[in-house]
């Protein structure tokens, strides 16, 4: 029982850990095009929403 929260609470991490590096993978991109001023605040929107949906 015990061990299944564990594993459960693991695989939350890595799914937030997976939706950040998603987010700053978009940051890099959207940094690479031109005009990349107008996106610099997306990625920090993007991660907080995901933050607050999960809890």
């Given at each position: 029982q015990f061990q299944?929260?564990?594993a459960t609470f693991l695989q939350?991490?890595?799914d937030i850990g997976a939706e950040f590096m998603g987010a700053f993978g978009e940051?890099?991109?959207m940094k690479s095009r031109p005009y990349s001023q107008d996106f610099n605040r997306t990625p920090r929107f993007v991660v907080?929403?995901?933050y607050h949906c999960r809890n």
């Open positions: 299944q929260q564990t939350k991490q890595v940051y890099n991109r907080t929403q995901s």
